[in-house]
């Protein structure tokens, strides 16, 4: 489906985000504050140097800001045509576009790896149960959102076909619009550890996917009518379980 290129580059981007949640799973929550210190210190100091501040989550959000607005620019139509008129095709464009959106993403992961943080909470035992369980429902919403389009079109490893980016409804998207956002969210927020640096991070890719699908869809009604209709029937990111979707 057009589009699709910031929700395949999410499913690309999306294993540094894991990483940083799998980091805070590996540091555990040690009981006191002064274990929290010495074990981080022990564990992130000969890795990643720390950004000594104290206010981590202004620089956090302010990074995200950052990431977001220089994102959503270079997936702009203006991005584009420039990008066009410079000779490049949309395939060495998607892939131009894939390449930087994974090095961004690597720069503002590291950065907020670097940041001040502190453990929240570790799940154990049957607290477990109903994390992975959304953790699994996410990865198979996310598996068949790729499932739906070929991932190496929309990354710019392949040709396009003859036409351009056809508009195409099939798969997990007769159901949703955004599947590859709901699963990534899922994933995210059921992360059996989390810290306070984490959570702030899963809400700002929360409120990223919300807002950018809204750019994205004004971007798809302008190029395909058809996705107008398409929007009324189908919901965004939840299943509609009755009645009209917003």
């Not at 564990?43 to 000594?52: E, K």
């Not at 710019?156 to 709901?182: A, D």
Request: some cysteine; charged content about 15%.
């Amino acid at each position: 489906m057009t589009g699709r290129a910031a929700e395949a580059t999410a499913a690309v981007c999306i294993a540094g985000i894991l990483r940083l949640g799998v980091a805070v799973s590996e540091s555990g929550c040690p009981p006191a504050p002064v274990q929290i210190a010495q074990h981080e210190a022990t564990l992130y100091a000969p890795v990643m140097p720390q950004f000594d501040t104290a206010h981590p989550l202004a620089w956090l959000w302010g990074s995200s800001l950052g990431f977001a607005l220089t994102h959503s620019l270079l997936a702009s139509n203006g991005c584009k045509c420039l990008a066009y008129a410079a000779g490049l095709s949309l395939r060495h464009y998607r892939l131009a576009f894939t390449i930087s959106a994974i090095l961004l993403t690597a720069v503002w992961l590291g950065f907020v790896r670097m940041l001040p943080d502190t453990p929240l909470y570790r799940l154990h035992g049957a607290w477990l149960v109903p994390a992975l369980a959304l953790q699994a429902l996410g990865a198979w919403v996310v598996w068949q959102s790729m499932c739906a389009f070929d991932m190496r079109i929309f990354m710019g490893l392949k040709p396009f076909p003859p036409g351009g980016e056809p508009f195409v409804e099939r798969g997990i998207y007769r159901h949703l619009r955004h599947p590859m956002y709901t699963g990534v969210l899922l994933i995210l927020f059921a992360m059996p550890a989390q810290s306070v640096n984490s959570l702030h991070l899963y809400a700002a890719v929360a409120l990223y996917f919300v807002l950018g699908s809204r750019l994205e869809e004004r971007r798809l009604v302008a190029d395909h009518p058809e996705y107008a209709d398409y929007r009324r029937r189908v919901p965004a990111f939840w299943p509609r379980l009755g009645g009209h979707h917003e």
